[in-house]
């Protein structure tokens, strides 16, 4: 036998037997062993959020956290507006969590939202918010026009704002309500906020006799703290909020996980246990 064929002979038989040992090794990984779910939920999402959902931001935070280990959420918590224009002057997020349909759209309109992304994910009403134990002595919304009473209210270019000019508009166009009501109220302002947690936060501490506020802040707020004064349903504003994922994100797999998240049973529950409105129940 040449040397050549020996050589073959030898490549040959180390071919078989490595061939033989990636067959049983293919089987035994097989056998006893469960694929891992591939997610693609990882690393840091960046995103930013309307000022009404500070209080449940934590909780969803969290909750996505534990559900899917090795992601953080960070939110970046503004008024819509103000978080509008943040991401229009260049500022990085993944994710835009919106109070405002009409800011969603204007992102939308201006190619920095993945369109087809954007979903609408819950809803909140107007209230009337008092400190604790009234010392107003604020009974219904006709109490607002009296002289004296000291109002904070959202500025007219936030969603809380906007909406609160509509309730009050609704209101003053009510049979039961007194000619002039909605000027003496406006009289009665002391304070223009630019989110709401300032309103909160001033109405708590006692500063003003009432504000106008979303149910969820009332909701999110220290037991204690604040009293509800709540406004005919015939007459409020409903304010949907959507949220959808940035075109200029680098974790869009994570972010679309995230999405899926509040729309699941388990986000609208926690929505739920802070005061927001399922869609399917508008």
Same mark, same amino acid.
């Given at each position: 036998m040449t040397e050549r064929r020996q050589m073959k002979e030898i490549g040959l038989l180390l071919f078989i037997l490595l061939a033989a040992a990636l067959f049983i090794? &293919?089987?035994t990984g097989v056998q006893g062993e469960e694929k891992p779910v591939e997610t693609g939920a990882e690393g840091e999402l960046i995103v930013y959020t309307a000022a009404s959902l500070t209080g449940v931001s934590h909780d969803? &935070? /969290?909750a996505f956290e534990s559900m899917y280990p090795g992601t953080k959420v960070t939110f970046n918590l503004a008024g819509t507006q103000t978080i509008k224009n943040q991401i229009q002057m260049g500022a990085y997020a993944d994710v835009f969590m919106s109070a405002s349909t009409r800011y969603t !759209?204007?992102?939308? %309109? &201006? &190619?920095y939202l993945v369109n087809d992304t954007v979903r609408k994910f819950t809803s909140n009403y107007i209230v009337i918010i008092v400190p /604790? %134990? !009234?010392p107003g002595n604020i009974q219904s919304y006709t109490d607002l026009a009296r002289p004296g009473v000291k109002i904070a209210m959202g500025t007219g270019e936030v969603p809380v704002g906007i909406n609160t000019r509509i309730v009050l508009d609704k209101l003053s166009a009510s049979p039961d309500t007194p000619d002039g009501w909605k000027d003496a109220v406006f009289q009665n302002v002391v304070t223009y906020e630019n989110a709401e947690p300032g309103i909160v936060t001033k109405v708590s501490l006692g500063e003003v006799d009432a504000g106008f506020v979303y149910e969820s802040s009332f909701s999110a707020a220290k037991t204690g703290t604040l009293e509800l004064i709540p406004i005919p349903g015939e007459y409020n504003a409903l304010q949907i909020y959507t949220l959808g994922i940035l075109t200029d994100s680098r974790n869009k797999k994570t972010g679309e996980?995230?999405?899926?998240?509040i729309l699941s049973d388990e986000g609208q529950t926690i929505?739920?246990?802070y005061g927001f409105t399922s869609i399917s129940s508008t």
């Open positions: 090794a &293919g089987c969803l &935070g /969290s !759209n204007e992102l939308m %309109g &201006g &190619g /604790s %134990g !009234n996980t995230f999405i899926e998240f929505l739920k246990e």
